[in-house]
């Protein structure tokens, strides 16, 4: 094909894969590291899932043994325990607090320390901020803070949960409403240069 330009040829000026290069060109810059996998939505809902099965299990473990089957985490989602006043309507927002600073708790405290929720590790996956560098505290505080969202009743999942979702297949870098706000992206942990790996456990 001499004296002609491919159609796919790299731009030797700018570096890097013609993905890569595709995205620059959208957004301007790209920071991530190259080379690597951004997680897919599917990956992404099913550790959330497994985080969440994970959380209420122990709170569903714990309310049982303190309260017995009357007084279990289940029955936050019991109106009729909002409605029945005095120590059920107590009752009632004790679990919904529970429920909140569990999984608040979880997401901030697993993040500190692994880079990632157990969910996300099972799948391979882990939470860094664009450039592949390590969150801070900070942010995983304003990560698991906006998590709560999905934790509402029906709201959470059926309506935030599927946002993001949709947001995460559409966007060419794969991030959530959380993601953008943290500046963030969730990555599969093995593409990542060694040093963005050192932090993830």
Do not use: C
């Amino acid at each position: 094909m001499a004296g002609h330009d491919s159609p796919i040829s790299l731009n030797p000026g700018a570096g890097g894969t013609l993905a890569k290069q595709v995205v620059q060109g959208e957004t301007g810059h790209w920071p991530v590291p190259e080379g690597t996998v951004l997680g897919s939505a599917f990956s992404r809902a099913a550790a959330y899932m497994l985080d969440t099965m994970f959380v209420m299990g122990i709170l569903l473990i714990v309310t049982s043994l303190l309260g017995g089957a009357g007084g279990n985490i289940l029955r936050a989602y019991d109106l009729n325990l909002l409605q029945s006043g005095g120590k059920g309507t107590v009752l009632f927002f004790v679990d919904w607090f529970l429920i909140l600073a569990g999984n608040f708790l979880y997401h901030r405290h697993t993040g500190l320390r692994m880079s990632r929720s157990l969910g996300q590790s099972w799948f391979g996956l882990a939470v860094v901020r664009e450039d592949g560098k390590q969150l801070e505290s900070a942010d995983w505080d304003r990560r698991a803070l906006r998590k709560l969202v999905y934790v509402l009743p029906l709201v959470g999942p059926l309506f935030f949960g599927i946002r993001d979702l949709l947001r995460i297949k559409q966007r060419h870098t794969h991030q959530s409403s959380i993601d953008l706000a943290v500046a963030s992206i969730v990555a599969e942990a093995d593409s990542l240069p060694p040093a963005s790996r050192q932090h993830i456990h």
